[in-house]
């Protein structure tokens, strides 16, 4: 079968499952709640650095109830995203002004359980299937009270609304962190998904974010009717778009024109024609050469010249043309909105008296097992790591291989024998003991750099998901640092073992102890630079503040400078080291008690390594490492804050 044949075979195929969720209208597990919307006299105005201010909306009002898709368009900087974004509750920077009334009441914190907002990127997960995705979402969003069938029911409901409902074990697909791609699904596809996981939870108002954009004729038309579907369910849906074609434009039951903020008019596409002729900018012999959106975005956009032979003389041509055709407006919308004042019959209420999102426990529980899968389904993100490790491991393995040998001077066992050629030694010096054991606390402090990218792309997916309060930024960090944990144990011991294996480490036989060191001090380096991840604003600086703060514990690691010979003003930076107490907690397991096997110069070794306490007192082994999780703690605290302060969309 050709490839042309098969495209339309898959084409009808979901042409046929939407239609046939058109005509079902079947009862939904959830029911969508009836509710108006109305918004009076929004007004966005910013500060500009002159001590100015720039208004970004004048003056809108508008209204919509359930079963209506109201489009909003107008051109680039008109204020299509800023009044979406008031609406939504998303607006985060800027003097707001004016109401926005749910039922006719004013909006509250409940207003996010009515509502949903699916951004023009979608935030979906490459290496979920589209089943696991959609349970997710279903999960975080549905009333703690519901039952497993109901959370299936509404899964089924919205995959069927979209024409998904064969494609359940379908990857999501899509770039992974670190450049690896994962196939799945067609990016129509992906926007179809983006809208039922939004959906899921029945939500009265459905807002949009050019829900076609950079799609095809034919996706974005199967798009737009998985949205009229909802409508027909009684979602009321808002979406920016960008010069639909007719087809798309005719699904509309409203359509809102704005530009330079202001709103120009909201009523149906069959009205826009009478407006135009009203306003004096119909022109017939434009509309039979350009569809009629393009049409009306040539006339209402201001702010540059508009040559008459090119747009002729029926166009807007400056804000004060705007402004008189807004003025107009606003009269017509605030008779309009004056029949939404009061809420649906029956309806006190568009949220559910007995929705409440889940607990603190629950939202953790459901994240962890979004990032296990993440995490063991990446390569780059565990095969790549372990891979790392592990030539680290023989690298600093071989190259100290067998340092017990030129100290007893006993034959080897005979696995030692199957290992590379032995490093030949004329005598073991204790300072080829601290050198191994240095290069194996500093691989495990720099390796986990090599994560850099997923922890940035772990801080943006938070940061596209916080605006929607699906869950708490400290069940979110829980979640990641477990399962950071995990993925950091196995590296950190796959390097320590081959060291300590092949270098004949430690002296002391205490070999358990060893390598619980050094993957305590891998997981607080991990922590370290997921902190520095979440707290820079890119990559680069993220960087520089994991490399500088490497550096710093590479000089006061006591070995390669000693702190005693070091100003006072500058050693005292040695106490937030935390490569200052893992390499003295390591030296002193390599060396305690060895001076009874004849290797005098082990105590000499520690006491040259220990951590001086004063009084003749030093920081014992156990202590070293307590000081190691104390880092990891501050760490994972102020990684924890960052993602929580710092990672919040500025819109």
Not at 294 to 323: W, Y
Request: with cysteine; proline share 4%; hydrophobic share 45%.
């Amino acid at each position: 079968m050709s490839v042309h044949s098969q495209e339309s075979d898959r084409s009808s195929e979901l042409s046929g499952n939407i239609l046939l969720a058109l005509r079902l209208k079947r009862q939904l597990s959830f029911p969508v709640p009836e509710c108006s919307l109305r918004w009076e006299r929004l007004q966005v105005s910013y500060r500009t650095p002159g001590g100015g201010v720039r208004m970004a909306l004048h003056d809108c009002s508008g209204a919509l109830v359930n079963g209506e898709m109201v489009a909003v368009m107008g051109p680039s900087g008109a204020g299509k995203s800023t009044l979406l974004d008031t609406l939504t509750m998303r607006k985060t920077v800027g003097d707001i002004s004016g109401r926005v009334l749910i039922n006719g009441r004013e909006r509250d914190e409940r207003f996010l359980l009515a509502s949903t907002y699916v951004p023009q990127e979608d935030n979906l997960v490459p290496t979920n299937t589209v089943l696991e995705t959609m349970q997710f979402y279903a999960d975080l969003t549905l009333p703690s009270s519901s039952s497993r069938e109901q959370r299936q029911g509404a899964i089924r409901d919205r995959l069927m609304s979209v024409g998904l409902a064969d494609r359940e074990a379908q990857r999501v697909g899509g770039r992974l962190p670190g450049g690896f791609s994962v196939r799945g699904l067609s990016g129509g596809e992906r926007r179809r998904l983006s809208i039922a996981a939004g959906v899921v939870h029945s939500p009265a108002l459905v807002f949009l974010d050019e829900p076609t954009s950079g799609l095809d004729a034919f996706s974005a038309l199967c798009v737009m009717e998985s949205l009229k579907t909802m409508c027909s369910q009684g979602h009321a849906v808002v979406c920016t778009i960008h010069q639909p074609r007719q087809a798309i434009l005719d699904m509309f039951d409203k359509v809102a024109f704005l530009t330079a903020g202001r709103l120009l008019y909201l009523g149906p596409p069959w009205r826009v024609q009478a407006w135009l002729d009203d306003a004096g900018l119909w022109d017939p012999e434009r509309v039979h050469s350009e569809s009629l959106a393009d049409m009306v975005l040539d006339c209402i956009s201001v702010g540059f010249e508009k040559p008459e032979d090119q747009f002729g003389k029926h166009t807007l041509r400056n804000e004060d043309d705007a402004e008189r055709l807004a003025l107009k407006h606003r009269q017509e919308a605030a008779d309009m909105v004056k029949t939404y004042d009061a809420p649906p019959a029956g309806a006190a209420s568009c949220i559910w008296p007995h929705a409440k999102r889940p607990g603190i426990l629950w939202q953790y529980w459901t994240l962890q097992r979004q990032q296990c899968r993440i995490a063991f389904r990446s390569p780059g993100t565990l095969g790549a790591r372990v891979g790392l490790h592990l030539i680290v491991g023989l690298l600093i393995g071989g190259v100290y291989y067998d340092m017990e040998r030129s100290f007893w001077e006993s034959g080897c066992s005979s696995w030692r024998r199957l290992l590379p050629t032995r490093l030949q030694r004329l005598t073991s010096m204790p300072q080829d003991r601290v050198g191994v054991l240095f290069l194996l606390t500093l691989a495990q402090s720099v390796t986990p750099n090599c994560a850099m990218s997923f922890f940035i792309e772990d801080r943006q997916y938070y940061c596209r998901e916080a605006a929607a309060k699906l869950y708490g930024a400290l069940p979110y960090h829980v979640a990641n640092a477990v399962t950071e944990a995990l993925v950091c144990t196995v590296n950190g011991a796959v390097a320590s073992m081959l060291v300590t294996m092949m270098a004949g480490l430690p002296l002391s036989d205490r070999w358990w102890p060893m390598v619980m060191h050094l993957v305590s001090h891998h997981l607080c380096a991990s922590a370290m630079v997921q902190m520095c991840a979440r707290l820079a604003p890119n990559q680069d600086v993220a960087f520089v503040f994991s490399a500088g703060y490497i550096i710093l514990c590479m000089l006061f690691s006591n070995v390669l400078v000693k702190v005693g010979t070091v100003r006072p003003s500058l050693a005292v930076l040695r106490w937030i080291c935390s490569m200052f107490y893992a390499t003295a907690g390591v030296v002193e397991v390599e060396f305690a008690g060895v001076e009874e096997k004849g290797f005098l110069a082990g105590d000499r070794v520690v006491s040259n390594i220990a951590i001086a306490l004063g009084d003749g007192q030093t920081l014992t082994e156990t202590g070293c490492l307590g000081m190691v999780w104390c880092f990891y703690l501050i760490f994972s605290t102020v990684g924890c804050l960052g993602l929580k302060f710092l990672s919040v969309s500025q819109v």
